[in-house]
Each structure stands twice: as structure tokens, then as C-alpha cells.
């Protein structure tokens, strides 16, 4: 069994914060599969209302910096780049660096099936401590925390040493065929909250290109899109 505790400790530390209310970094480290497996306990709420605030601390923090240090890219290429960066990838790659798996409290049936390490968990429980930093400590140090650990990842994106963006891979290849738009759609949900399974379909001018599974819609939507491509290229070898 992980030593929470230690683990949080060696966190605080690392982190440098004096924390006014420690609850929400202990609220930031509990994945709703805990709560599942212990509903009479005492922690009644997960990180997922955290996560949705550190999503949109994290987007207007990195929006900001790019748009101030690269004044010559225009919206589009400031938009790509935000979502390399802002994606679920570059966000386990973070968690990993800060140990947060191991500061996590987590159900025992998602510990034994790989939980700490999955990468969805970890995207989301950065953003849930990002979400708990920000109303503990304000945007100043939100925003201190998210360039400090995302700076060598933008580093990484720009030397083009970063995983690929098959979503837009995808849309740059289908926009030099066509305007139309490309749609994601959330086919099938399975498994308990705590544990489940995503498959999405991506769609274009009405028919369905690709399709992929992930632990969460993200990671479904870009192993779509990896399909898709995949599909497009064969077909248009094929037509050669």
C-alpha cells in the first residue's frame, strides 16, 4: 500500500507552499474512486470539481504566456500549440515528475488495475492541484506552479520531441480536401465512474472515419483520430 501521507509530505516540499487550508491539497489528491470504495468515510468528495477549475486556470495561464512570447504566431498557431500543451500527454508527463500518483488516495480495485500510473488519472490530478493551488493561494502562484512544469514541455513541442496531436493531424489533413467540419462523438460509456471506458467515433462530411478507445474522452478521441489517419493514408495509397 502507497504511503499517502509521506508521499503528500514530500509534495508540500517540493512544491514550496504554505498552505492556508491543507483540506484542499488532500481534496486534490482523492480520486473518486476512493469515495466509491469508502462511502462512509471521511472524505465525501473527489478532485473532479477541482479538476474543472484547474482546467480553466491552466488554459487562461498558458494562453496568456504564449500569447505574450510569441507575438508574431496568429491565432492558429497559438491555438496548436496551447493544445499540445494543454493535453492529457503533456499533463501525466507533469504529474509523473511531481509523484503525484503516489500522492493519491485511490480504491484498491483501481490501484491493482494500474491506476497510479495511468495517464488520465495523472492529467486530471495535476489539474486538480492546480485547481486547489489557485483557491488557496491565488493566480500568481497558479500560474508560477503551471509554467515552471510546463516550460520544458513547450520546450519539447517547439524541438519537436513531444507525442503527436493525431486530432490535429487530422484536421490539417482533411482541411486540404475540405471546409467541412470535423466531430467527435462519445459512442459508448463502460465501467463503474471510477473505472471507465470511453469509445469515440470522429466524423466528416457524414461519414465515419475512425474510431478509439480511452480511460477518458480525451484519450478516446485522439486514438480516434489516429484511426482515421491511419484509414485516409491506406485509402489514398490504395488510389494511387
Avoid at 16 to 43: F, K, P, V
Avoid at 52 to 58: E, N
Avoid at 109 to 131: Q, V
Avoid at 169 to 179: C, D, F, N, P, V
Wanted: a negative charge; proline letters at 2%; one cysteine or more.
Amino acid at each position: 500500500m502507497v504511503n499517502n501521507r509521506a508521499a503528500i509530505d514530500a509534495l508540500k516540499e517540493k512544491l514550496h507552499i504554505y498552505w492556508q487550508d491543507e483540506g484542499l491539497l488532500e481534496l486534490a489528491m482523492t480520486h473518486s474512486s476512493y469515495n466509491y470504495e469508502n462511502r462512509d468515510g471521511r472524505r465525501q468528495e473527489s478532485n473532479q470539481r477541482l479538476e474543472f477549475l484547474g482546467d480553466a486556470v491552466l488554459e487562461l495561464v498558458i494562453s496568456e504566456h504564449l500569447y505574450k512570447s510569441f507575438p508574431m504566431y496568429t491565432e492558429g498557431e497559438l491555438t496548436k500549440l496551447r493544445a499540445a500543451i494543454v493535453c492529457e500527454p503533456s499533463l501525466a508527463r507533469v504529474a509523473r515528475q511531481l509523484n503525484l500518483g503516489a500522492c493519491l488516495y485511490m480504491g484498491k480495485g483501481e490501484e491493482k488495475t494500474g491506476g497510479r500510473e495511468r495517464p488520465s488519472i495523472l492529467a486530471d490530478a495535476f489539474e486538480s492541484l492546480l485547481g486547489a493551488v489557485f483557491l488557496d493561494q491565488g493566480l500568481a502562484v497558479a500560474r508560477r506552479l503551471a509554467l515552471d512544469y510546463l516550460q520544458p514541455v513547450l520546450e519539447d513541442i517547439l524541438a519537436g520531441r513531444l507525442d503527436r496531436d493525431y486530432k490535429t493531424e487530422l484536421q490539417e489533413y482533411l482541411q486540404k480536401r475540405s471546409a467541412d467540419p470535423v466531430n467527435y462523438v462519445i459512442l459508448r460509456e463502460e465501467g463503474p465512474d471510477h473505472d471507465k471506458t470511453f469509445t469515440a467515433g470522429v466524423v466528416h462530411n457524414g461519414r465515419e472515419l475512425g474510431r478509439g478507445q480511452g480511460h477518458s474522452k480525451k484519450e478516446a478521441e485522439q486514438q480516434a483520430a489516429r484511426m482515421a489517419l491511419e484509414n485516409l493514408i491506406m485509402s489514398d495509397r490504395g488510389e494511387r
